[in-house]
């Protein structure tokens, strides 16, 4: 696809969808996958893309560049799901911590509202 640099550009700020992305890079997918994993794929798509270190100036360079990532980023979550891939940091914490407050360490200040026996 022929695209020029104020084309792309223009035109990228008009996506807005996961299959708006797939659709005008010419990516095919799985309507089923997409549906489950967009803002995974996207973020994915946004991490990649912030990885390549001499991004072109030239868009048919960049093009190519977009269309490499995206599709990886989408082929990440055919074979696997959100929480393996963990694109988002709710998905990287370590389980809950629980933490334990003994009774006798909580100062209570006030008057009680409770009728005293």
Same mark, same amino acid.
């Given at each position: 696809?022929?695209?020029?640099?104020?084309?792309?550009? @223009?035109?990228?700020?008009?996506?807005?969808?996961? =299959? #708006?992305?797939?659709n &005008?890079?010419e990516? $095919?997918?799985?309507?089923?996958?997409?549906q489950?994993?967009?803002?995974?794929?996207?973020?994915?798509?946004?991490?990649? @893309?912030?990885?390549?270190?001499?991004?072109?100036? =030239? #868009?048919?360079?960049? &093009?190519?560049i977009? $269309?490499e990532?995206?599709?990886?980023?989408?082929?990440?979550?055919?074979?696997s799901d959100a929480?393996t891939?963990?694109?988002?940091k709710v998905?990287r914490?370590?389980?809950?911590?629980?933490?334990?407050i003994?009774?006798?360490?909580?100062n209570?200040?006030?008057?009680?509202?409770?009728?005293?026996?």
């Amino acid at each position: 696809m022929e695209k020029s640099k104020l084309d792309l550009d @223009l035109d990228l700020e008009e996506l807005s969808s996961a =299959e #708006d992305f797939l659709n &005008y890079f010419e990516i $095919s997918y799985e309507q089923p996958i997409v549906q489950v994993n967009r803002l995974h794929i996207l973020q994915r798509f946004h991490d990649y @893309l912030g990885k390549v270190s001499d991004m072109p100036e =030239e #868009d048919k360079a960049r &093009y190519t560049i977009y $269309s490499e990532m995206l599709t990886k980023a989408y082929s990440d979550f055919v074979s696997s799901d959100a929480q393996t891939e963990k694109v988002f940091k709710v998905f990287r914490m370590g389980e809950p911590s629980i933490v334990s407050i003994p009774l006798s360490e909580i100062n209570f200040k006030g008057t009680s509202s409770a009728s005293k026996i």
